[in-house]
Every structure is written in C-alpha cells, then in structure tokens.
C-alpha cells in the first residue's frame, strides 16, 4: 500500500505542468524573454518545439550576445553584432507566417555607432508591418533610414523611437491607429512635426525627449499628454492648439525666447513645467507660462532656474482657482521665501504644498510659517535634500 502511494506521489510530481498550460498563456510567459532565450526553449519538450514560432512578441536584445564578457573590444562588438543580426534574421524567417506580429522591439544601446545598417533593419521591420504589427520599439544609436512603410502602417498602435539620427519627412503619413508616440534623441524638423500631427488622428500621447526640435506650432484635437524635455530648440515653439489636453510636461526653453507663445489647453488639469532656462534671455513682455496654465488642479514646478525664473513669473500670475495640488522644487527659502508667499496669494484653493530640494528652511521658518498657508491648505509636505549651512 505504500508502495503504491509512493509510485502515485513521483507519477503527480513528473507531470509536466508547464507545458500543459494554454498557448496563449505560455505566449505571454515568453513575452517577457528575449527572442533568443525565448526560442532556445524548445529543447525543453516537444510541446515547446515550434511554440516559439508563433509568438506574438519578440524582444530583440543586442546587450543579450556580450554581457558575460569581462572586456569586449570594439572588434568584438562588431563580431557579436553579426551574431546579433543572424539571429534576429532567422527568428523572423522561420516564425509561422500566418501569425501576427504584436510587438517588435530592437534594443541596440550598447552596441558600437554605425553598426547597425539601415539595409538590416529595414526589413525586419517592413516584416512586422506585413504581420499586422502594433507596437514598435527602436533603440539604437545610428545614422537609419526608415522605411517609408512604417508611416502609413494601419495597425501601429504605439512606437518608441529612440537614437536615430534624424527621420527625413516622408511624403504621406497615415497612421490611423496611432495612440502612443515617443521620440527620443531624433533630429525633427517643422514638416514632419506638422505631417506627423495632421497625419495620426487618434494620437492621445506624445513624448518628445532630447531631441533636436525645429518646430513652432503643435495643434491636435486627439493630445491628450503631451511632453517635451532636453530638447534642443531651433526655434520657439509659439503656438500649442491642444483642446482636448489634460497633462502637460515640458521645459521652460521651449518657450521662453523674444516671441510670443500661445496656449489654448482648456482642458488642462496637470503640468510639471522645468525652468532650464536663464530667464533674463527672456521677453516676458510678451507672455509668462504660467499665467497660461491658471486652469490646472495639480502644477509641478522645478528645474535649476525655477527661483530665478518664478521672479518674473509670478507678478504675471492669474488666479488659481482650481489649483489644489503645487509641488516646487529647487528653492532657497532664505531668499525666496517673500516669492513663495507670493505665489501662494494666488492659489485661494490649495490643499497640497510639496518642497522638495530647498534649502535654508531653519533661518525662515518659525513664527512666519502662518504666511505661507493658503486658507484651503491641509498637508504641507517638505522633503529637503540639499546641504544646507548650519
């Protein structure tokens, strides 16, 4: 009898339960490996023989081929590249063909510049396009050339373009599904902004990081988020037509030169705006940021010039009157304290007050603590980081 509950016992733990799950779940299991570990999976069993042949998500990771190496030269790097674009070639080859291709992503951070051709990539990705294709990630760090698929795919749903040189503009954008968009590190000039705005109906999120920016208008009736840091301007943006805007992020020098900017964001309930730039290279004649943003429920300000920057803003301010939530970053209370309370005056409806990274809190606070509460406040949370003389 205790043999045969034994021989029961080993039976139920040989069972390979694994295996014995739904594709679709394995698939997904997979979605999180790279390509390569992903397909090496089918030493495993017959069941995981061909699975990897219909997976909907590849994750192509060039790091993957070299991170054991304790010293990998240039030469090698170019080496492992080579492996790199074998692998990638022959995943895409011998998967079914009769699968649609979800998400295709390439990660070359870490490869040498210049490694990677145009002439490979492009046909991995016109692939993908063929395969029904709705999320594409690119990282790389080399002079590409995409093709001109990818800008009237119909099913792209999100991309992430990341260290591609420039995009040359094509002659028609047509991306009627597209919601997400990052640009990171790309070179964009005023024509493919204008196209790209005009050409994604339903974009409802676009992330504009470190790029080289050459564009004065955005005008969308989709945004709904919108971000634009690091970047290097050739110019100011003057115009943001976005109505349907709810959360906006961007950097002070977008703005902030010898022309007029306009806002027209009715809808706008959450900023973060970062002063990185000198406000005395400024015209502040002609129109303040945050006097366009009186709408908002939640602001974030911060950046290495926001005390500099606030002196010219706030004697410009409007009236808060749905602000609830302000959040500023990077300021010396010792001599800026009047320009808090000032700031203050104008939120009648604050509930929320967050300091974060200031400095010389102990000479100022004390009896004078009472001017700083607004009349609706109920948390005040500081959090100080900085040196500060003793």
Partial sequence: MANDESESTRSRGDVDRLSSLPDPL????????????????????????????????????Y???????????????????????EIVSSVLFLRDAA????????????????????????????????????????????????????FTCP???????????????????????????????VRINRDFMSKLLCGCPVLEDLRVKGCSLKVSNITSQSLKHLTIISASLKGPIELIDTRNLMSFHCTMRAFCLKKEFIFNMPSLSEACIEFDFYPRKADYTKGSILCSLFNVSRLELKGS?????????????????????????DLCLNCGFDLLTSLLEHCPNLKTLSLVHFSCLCEVVGPS?????????????????STENK
Wanted: net charge positive.
């Fill in 369 to 385: 603590l009472n001017i700083m509460e607004p009349r609706q406040a109920r948390l005040l949370y500081v959090r100080k980081t």
């Fill in 155 to 185: 099913s792209l749903e999100n991309v992430a373009i990341s260290g591609v040189e420039s995009i040359a503009p094509p002659e028609i954008i047509n991306l009627p599904s597209l919601k997400q968009l990052l640009l990171k590190q």
């Fill in 99 to 150: 699968t649609h291709l979800h998400t295709l992503s390439i990660d070359c951070t870490d490869s040498e510049p210049d490694t990677l051709f145009s002439t490979t990539i492009r046909p991995w990705i016109r692939y993908a396009i063929k395969h029904n294709l709705q999320v594409l990630s690119i990282d790389v760090d080399a002079r590409l050339y995409l093709p001109s698929e990818l």
């Fill in 305 to 329: 010039f926001t005390q500099e920057c606030l002196k010219f803003e706030v004697p410009k301010c409007r009236t808060f009157t749905k602000l609830t939530c302000l959040s500023v970053h």
């Fill in 26 to 61: 394995l698939h997904h299991i997979m979605s999180f490996l790279p390509a390569g570990r992903a397909v090496r999976l089918c030493v495993l069993s017959k069941r995981w023989k061909t699975l990897w042949t219909t997976l909907p998500v590849l994750n192509f990771i």
């Fill in 63 to 85: 790091s993957e081929l070299w991170n054991n190496e304790v010293d990998p030269h240039a030469g090698r790097k170019y080496a492992f590249m080579g492996r790199f674009e």
